[in-house]
């Protein structure tokens, strides 16, 4: 900021007075300085509220980023909480569908087991006239013995089953020899 120097008229004819022409001249340059401290001022105090507002505005962005970040590590325990809340209830819907699949294969197993106790009880109920097909259940649910295998180990389990295999076999057999003699039966009878 430099004033435009003019210099000093100097009238013709008249004496020239050098203290005042000293004293114009360090008036003038005082006004100048004075100018250049007032704008040299005004400069500094724009600066310093720039700087005051730029302050706060870092301010506020950290705490609007810590907020982000506080917001967003919550959400991140949330989404950890709901998983493991999801996990939980998969692995419990899992051990109870395990349990009922348990309950349930040891029910059918124990009324196969106890087969023949459920017919005498529905025969009980009934009361009514027995027919050919429910007198011949009775008779087989009292010749069949309820199966036991409970406590019995791999090997024990193999030699019922061959046990089993051969009771079938005898019955099967016993069963071909009874339709055989019925046949020769019918055909003598004729």
């Known amino acids: 900021f430099m004033p435009n120097l003019v210099p000093p008229k100097i009238p013709d004819g008249e004496r020239l007075d050098f203290d005042d022409i000293h004293r114009k001249r360090?008036?003038?340059?005082?006004?100048e300085l004075q100018a250049l401290i007032e704008a040299h001022f005004e400069s500094r105090k724009k600066e310093e509220e720039e700087l005051i507002s730029l302050k706060d505005r870092i301010e506020?962005?950290?705490?609007?980023?810590?907020?982000?970040?506080?917001?967003?590590?919550?959400?991140?325990k949330e989404r950890q909480a709901r998983?493991?809340?999801?996990?939980a209830r998969k692995e419990?819907?899992?051990?109870?569908?395990?349990?009922?699949?348990?309950?349930r294969k040891k029910k059918a197993l124990s009324n196969m087991l106890h087969f023949g106790g459920y017919m005498q009880k529905s025969?009980?109920?009934?009361g009514k006239k027995q027919t050919e097909?429910?007198?011949?259940?009775?008779?087989?649910?009292?010749?069949?013995k309820p199966l036991n295998i409970d406590h019995l180990n791999e090997?024990?389990?193999?030699?019922k089953a061959k046990e089993l295999w051969q009771t079938i076999r005898d019955l099967e057999a016993?069963?071909?020899d009874l339709q055989e003699k019925f046949k020769r039966q019918k055909y003598e009878v004729s």
Request: charged residues 65%; aromatic residues 2%.
């Open 26 to 31: 360090m008036e003038k340059d005082l006004n």
């Open 60 to 76: 506020q962005r950290r705490a609007e980023r810590a907020e982000q970040q506080r917001i967003r590590s919550e959400r991140e």
């Open 83 to 87: 998983m493991a809340e999801e996990r």
């Open 92 to 103: 419990e819907e899992e051990a109870r569908k395990r349990a009922e699949e348990e309950a």
């Open 123 to 126: 025969e009980k109920k009934g």
């Open 133 to 144: 097909r429910e007198k011949k259940k009775k008779i087989l649910s009292e010749r069949r």
């Open 155 to 159: 090997d024990k389990l193999r030699d």
């Open 174 to 176: 016993e069963k071909f």
